[in-house]
């Protein structure tokens, strides 16, 4: 009996080792390019996540040839490979590697959720009626082709969510005056309005005409906008996308770490390390997703202004 409690302990322990074997080493790698004038030779490093060339290594330390390669060589791995991997070993960041890979998906999902709901609530007030940002999340959620339990138990909590948000336009709203005082907010710098900041992205990126004090050019611009924000948020619903620690931006790290769940990360007391870790690990392979590093600080304020500070993660957030 104890023979067989021993080898099951060892099998499991093998199959959380792959967890992480998986995640850094299997796949194709990014290679850099290479200037130099003879020698390509590359080498994976585990730790960063990336592939180094050999010579560019060298060429940091020109005293190797003289004084011996080992003593660099050592001096590397101290203050490189062995602090990153002290304080977060491998085992500890195999512990949680799916899990975070899915709370980065999970604040990216939230906070896409809370811009939607501001599009599609401005739209409203300017008066527009019809609009393609405008959605049945019920019926849309039902898309979402998940993978993983931990995402389908999300999708499930979810609904209940969406089907409890209402939104009714005030009595007296008067659409003449939120036009006036959405012309005033164009004049603003720096505003902290997402739908705004979503439109001005949507220009750059694509190039057009922002005229944004006009409703018909504004609804073809956020027919653009919502039209690739919707296809982000599938794809992330579905698990099919890139998109593991967010390496561009510390925010959503600060969120989750913010959040409840970062006690079930810190079991071993270092969760903001493997976090780091697992973002950095996985830098070299994740799609930067430019428009979302640029409006996260936005949407931040925007939550962190108008919804209960219990919302901080959106109310989306729901691991």
């Not at 590359?42 to 005293?63: C, S």
């Not at 512990?95 to 939230?110: A, D, E, G, P, T």
């Given at each position: 009996?104890?023979?067989?409690?021993?080898?099951?302990?060892?099998?499991?322990?093998?199959?959380?080792?792959?967890?992480?074997?998986?995640?850094?080493?299997?796949?194709?790698?990014t290679?850099?390019?290479?200037?130099?004038?003879?020698?390509?030779?590359?080498?994976?490093?585990?730790?960063?996540?990336?592939?180094e060339?050999?010579?560019?290594?060298?060429?940091?330390r020109?005293?190797?040839?003289?004084?011996?390669?080992?003593?660099?060589?050592?001096?590397?791995y101290?203050q490189?490979d062995?602090?990153t991997?002290?304080?977060?070993?491998?085992?500890?960041?195999?512990?949680?590697?799916?899990?975070?890979?899915?709370?980065?998906?999970?604040?990216?999902?939230?906070?896409a959720?809370?811009?939607?709901?501001?599009?599609?609530?401005?739209?409203?007030?300017m008066?527009?009626?019809?609009?393609?940002?405008?959605?049945?999340?019920?019926?849309?959620?039902?898309?979402?082709?998940?993978?993983?339990?931990?995402?389908?138990?999300?999708?499930?909590r979810?609904?209940?969510?969406?089907?409890?948000?209402?939104?009714?336009?005030p009595?007296?709203?008067?659409?003449?005056k939120?036009?006036?005082?959405?012309?005033?907010?164009?004049?603003?710098?720096?505003?902290?309005?997402?739908?705004?900041?979503?439109?001005?992205?949507?220009?750059?990126?694509?190039k057009?005409?922002?005229?944004?004090?006009n409703?018909?050019?504004?609804?073809?611009?956020?027919h653009?906008?919502?039209?690739?924000?919707w296809?982000?948020?599938?794809?992330?619903?579905?698990?099919?996308?890139?998109?593991?620690?967010?390496?561009?931006?510390?925010?959503?790290?600060d969120?989750?770490?913010?959040?409840n769940?970062?006690?079930?990360?810190?079991?071993?007391?270092n969760?903001?390390?493997?976090?780091?870790?697992?973002?950095k690990?996985?830098a070299?392979?994740?799609?930067?997703?430019?428009?979302?590093?640029k409006?996260?600080?936005?949407?931040?304020?925007y939550v962190?202004?108008?919804l209960?500070?219990?919302?901080?993660?959106?109310?989306?957030?729901?691991?």
């Amino acid at each position: 009996m104890a023979k067989l409690v021993l080898l099951f302990s060892l099998f499991i322990q093998a199959t959380m080792a792959m967890d992480y074997y998986e995640q850094t080493y299997v796949g194709e790698k990014t290679q850099p390019n290479y200037f130099g004038p003879a020698k390509p030779n590359t080498k994976y490093n585990e730790y960063k996540g990336k592939v180094e060339i050999l010579e560019e290594m060298e060429n940091q330390r020109p005293m190797t040839n003289k004084m011996g390669a080992d003593l660099f060589e050592l001096e590397h791995y101290l203050q490189n490979d062995f602090l990153t991997s002290s304080k977060c070993p491998n085992e500890s960041l195999n512990h949680h590697i799916h899990y975070m890979r899915y709370l980065y998906r999970l604040v990216m999902l939230s906070y896409a959720y809370e811009s939607f709901i501001h599009y599609s609530e401005t739209l409203k007030k300017m008066g527009v009626e019809d609009h393609s940002c405008y959605v049945d999340w019920k019926t849309f959620l039902h898309q979402c082709q998940a993978n993983s339990e931990e995402m389908k138990k999300f999708l499930r909590r979810s609904h209940a969510v969406v089907e409890n948000y209402r939104f009714i336009l005030p009595q007296d709203h008067s659409f003449k005056k939120y036009q006036q005082t959405w012309n005033e907010q164009l004049k603003e710098r720096g505003n902290k309005n997402p739908t705004l900041a979503r439109m001005r992205l949507y220009c750059e990126k694509n190039k057009v005409a922002c005229k944004l004090n006009n409703v018909e050019n504004m609804k073809k611009i956020m027919h653009g906008a919502c039209t690739q924000d919707w296809t982000f948020f599938k794809n992330v619903c579905s698990e099919n996308d890139l998109l593991f620690g967010m390496s561009k931006t510390k925010l959503p790290t600060d969120l989750i770490l913010s959040s409840n769940v970062a006690n079930v990360l810190n079991d071993q007391g270092n969760a903001k390390e493997c976090l780091d870790r697992f973002s950095k690990l996985n830098a070299e392979k994740e799609t930067s997703y430019a428009v979302w590093i640029k409006m996260l600080p936005t949407l931040y304020y925007y939550v962190k202004e108008n919804l209960p500070a219990r919302f901080l993660q959106g109310r989306l957030f729901l691991p």
